[in-house]
C-alpha cells in the first residue's frame, strides 16, 4: 500500500488566457478562504471589458450570428448583452467584486 501524500497549500496563483481569465477572475470571490495564500492574478488577451465597442464589422455580425444560433449565455455577457440595464450585466457585476480588487500579495483592498 502506498503512503498517502498530503500536500499543504503555500502560494495560490492563476494564469488565466482570453476567456480562462474571466472564469478564474469569476472565481477568485469563491475562493476567499485561500486569500492568504493568492500570490498571482494574471491574464492574457482577456475581454476584462468585454466586447461591448464592436469596431470590426465582421466580427460583429460574425458574434451576431453566433448569439441568434447558438442562443449562448457566455456570448451575451460577453457582449454585455445580457441584461437591458448596464449595471446589471454580468462582467460590470463582476468589476464589481471586492476580492477582485485585493493586493493579491499583501491581501489589502486597493
Known amino acids: 500500500m ?3 501524500i498530503q500536500l499543504k497549500i503555500i502560494r495560490l496563483s492563476f ?3 482570453s476567456l480562462g481569465g474571466l472564469i478564474v477572475r469569476a472565481a ?3 475562493l476567499e478562504k485561500y486569500s492568504s495564500k493568492m500570490h498571482l492574478f494574471m491574464t492574457f488577451c482577456t475581454p476584462h471589458l468585454g466586447y ?3 469596431s470590426n464589422k465582421l466580427v460583429e455580425t460574425g458574434l451576431w450570428f453566433l448569439k441568434k444560433w447558438k442562443k449562448s449565455r457566455c456570448l451575451s455577457e460577453l457582449a ?3 441584461h437591458s440595464k448596464l ?3 454580468y ?3 463582476l468589476s464589481q467584486s471586492k476580492v477582485f480588487y485585493l493586493n493579491l500579495r499583501t491581501n489589502e483592498a486597493f
Do not use: R
Open 2 to 4: 502506498k503512503p498517502i
Open 15 to 17: 494564469i488565466g488566457y
Open 28 to 30: 477568485l470571490p469563491h
Open 52 to 54: 461591448m465597442y464592436h
Open 80 to 82: 454585455m448583452t445580457d
Open 87 to 89: 449595471e446589471n450585466t
Open 91 to 93: 462582467l460590470y457585476k
